[in-house]
């Protein structure tokens, strides 16, 4: 069984207000779109953030799989992407962005493989939904469009395809 929780026009107003929190909690900053579904999700916040700011912000992609502590445990082989962080985050803000936050583990992950890239001044979060009480690592979104309270069984799915099909849904 299969619901759409939100689309189109509310999703794009949902994430134009996550780019405002980022821009007014901090002035300068750098964005990294965690692989692979937290890309499209940072893309977009990434073009509405330099509307705003109305200059250029630094963005990266990253993805964490050799950093995963529940490697060993998946079913399927992931073949990871490049991470592509063409700045030094020595020192400065990051903005971490995925499209959900559940156990937390993905973004662990993130925290450890930004080690390698230099010692931030700073971390945050922002999702564009978070499954709230279902966490595994005690780590909370700065920033969260959605809040959904789900079951264990239950599956969150966010599809980013061009307008207007960009939804949201909860399938069991």
């Known amino acids: 069984m ?25 002035e300068s900053f750098l964005m990294v779109g965690l692989e692979p579904r937290g890309v499209p999700v940072a893309q977009f916040l990434y073009t509405e ?4 700011v109305g200059e250029s ?17 998946r079913g399927r082989l992931h073949i990871p992407r490049p991470s592509h962080l063409s700045f030094s985050i020595e020192g400065r803000g990051v903005w971490l962005v995925d499209d959900v936050i559940y ?27 978070d499954r709230r009480g279902l966490r595994e690592v005690p780590i909370l979104p700065d920033c969260a469009g959605f809040v959904l309270d789900t079951a264990p069984g239950e599956r969150v799915w966010v599809q980013m395809t061009p307008n ?6 909860l399938s069991v």
């Open 49 to 52: 953030i330099q509307k705003i």
């Open 103 to 129: 156990t937390g583990r993905t973004v662990r992950a993130a925290m450890d493989a930004l080690r390698e890239f230099g010692r931030p001044a700073w971390l945050r979060l922002a999702v564009l939904v």
């Open 164 to 169: 207007p099909f960009i939804r949201i849904g």
């Open 2 to 26: 299969e619901r759409v929780v939100a689309e189109g026009p509310r999703i794009l107003l949902t994430l134009r207000r996550l780019a405002w929190q980022m821009v007014e909690q901090y």
């Open 57 to 73: 912000v630094s963005f990266g992609t990253m993805d964490v799989t050799f950093w995963r502590d529940d490697l060993h445990m």
